[in-house]
């Protein structure tokens, strides 16, 4: 899965109708509806778009016949292995219909081709992870933890017997992460998986 760098447009003329694609990486669900608020053009016919993040996806056909806008920018956006994304397309009516097929084609090809040339990242799946080691344990935890570049520590806390980190660590080095802890400690430091499957960059 991949999403966006930063944000990106294309711009099309289809039979005399003007098309502008706006898409953008987006965190959640106010994010979309954000970007999708200050994107769209008042002066437009339409301003038709979609967004996925994770599981969670919408998309509006803003006066377009049923089915032939927003799904077909949503299509764009599952059929570039996309998440974390918001597509407007905006339409200027040109004074020539273009049929519910050439509607569908349009609004789900100006958004694939504005994809198609954005910058992209890939997701990388994470774990978040409780680290509990002893006070004796704690630099040389403190000291692996910041430097592996698989984890990021996102709190440290104090306890009457030592330190408590809470980590994000991506889900592919979590066994070697797991191993570090318990060989620099000789297996006193215990970590324990809190959440898992959370996107990150």
Known sequence: MFSLEKVETFRQEVKKSRF????????GEEAAKAFIRDHSDPTANHNCWAWRVGPLYRFNDDGEPSGTAGKPILQAIDGQALDG????????????????????????????????????????????????????????????????????????DYTATGAEFVAAIHKQHLADVRQMVADVTSGRAMLSIATQDEPSA
């Open 20 to 27: 502008l694609a706006t898409a953008a990486p987006v965190t």
């Open 85 to 156: 994304v918001a597509v407007v397309v905006t339409r200027w009516f040109g004074g020539v219909l273009l049929g519910s097929g050439g509607l569908i084609r349009a609004y789900g090809g100006t958004a694939a081709s504005c994809l198609r040339a954005a910058e992209k990242r890939p997701i990388i799946a994470r774990v978040e992870a409780r680290i509990v080691c002893a006070f004796t344990d704690l630099a040389l935890v403190q000291a692996r933890l910041s430097a592996h570049e698989a984890v990021q520590v996102l709190a440290q």
